[in-house]
T-cell receptor, first 109, second 113 residues
Framework: GQQLNQSPQSMFIQEGEDVSMNCTSSSIFNTWLWYKQDPGEGPVLLIALYKAGELTSNGRLTAQFGITRKDSFLNISASIPSDVGIYFCAGQVGNQFYFGTGTSLTVIP | GAGVSQSPSNKVTEKGKDVELRCDPISGHTALYWYRQSLGQGLEFLIYFQGNSAPDKSGLPSDRFSAERTGGSVSTLTIQRTQQEDSAVYLC???????????FGDGTRLSIL
């Protein structure tokens, strides 16, 4: 099925640094979601965005629904070791959900 | 329980055998989804249920794959005559309604020898 273009594929950052990742699509979506997956576990929902231009925060995480409805970004401020994992974006239109290919984040203490 | 529950958590079987994977969604969630995740890869959509009905089965990789949901709750994903390429983590998710955010289980790790 369709997959979203997520970048970067992987990131290696120093603890305390800010992180930014994004997701783009050629299609318009009604909802954007961001998930985090730890090894051996299922993805956990971090943030859900429902309106173009919406900016939503969840602790140190901030995500935005792009004005064009074709993109979204996720920022993590002041990274800590437990931020390590794979972050997936997902877009929803109608009854269909499409997932990004994931961004693998490594935080170096 | 409060979350999506999947069983078994791990399954090792010989090539050619049939396997059945189970998903118990969050109580009250009408929509249920199955995904496949290969090592280090993203999520491959397989099938979703709205109630007991699966409107679109085109995501199933082959006719060896089937899924059913009864009573609007538990779902089973069955793989017949397993092949080595079926080895993956099979994730189940549920949502209150089809257009609402999905909540995932921890998956079943399937290994075909």
């Amino acid at each position: 099925g369709q997959q979203l273009n997520q970048s970067p594929q992987s990131m290696f950052i120093q603890e305390g640094e800010d992180v930014s990742m994004n997701c783009t699509s050629s299609s318009i979506f009604n909802t954007w979601l961001w998930y985090k997956q730890d090894p051996g576990e299922g993805p956990v929902l971090l943030i859900a965005l429902y309106k173009a231009g919406e900016l939503t925060s969840n602790g140190r995480l901030t995500a935005q629904f792009g004005i064009t409805r074709k993109d979204s970004f996720l920022n993590i401020s002041a990274s800590i070791p437990s931020d390590v994992g794979i972050y997936f974006c997902a877009g929803q239109v109608g009854n269909q959900f499409y997932f990004g290919t994931g961004t693998s984040l490594t935080v170096i203490p | 329980g409060a979350g999506v529950s999947q069983s078994p958590s791990n399954k090792v079987t010989e090539k050619g055998k049939d396997v059945e994977l189970r998903c118990d969604p969050i109580s009250g969630h009408t929509a249920l989804y199955w995904y496949r995740q290969s090592l280090g890869q993203g999520l491959e959509f397989l099938i979703y249920f709205q109630g007991n009905s699966a409107p679109d089965k085109s995501g199933l990789p082959s006719d060896r794959f089937s899924a059913e949901r009864t009573g609007g709750s538990v779902s089973t994903l069955t793989i017949q005559r397993t092949q080595q390429e079926d080895s993956a983590v099979y994730l189940c998710a549920s949502s209150l309604e089809v257009y609402q955010p999905q909540h995932f289980g921890d998956g079943t790790r399937l290994s075909i020898l």
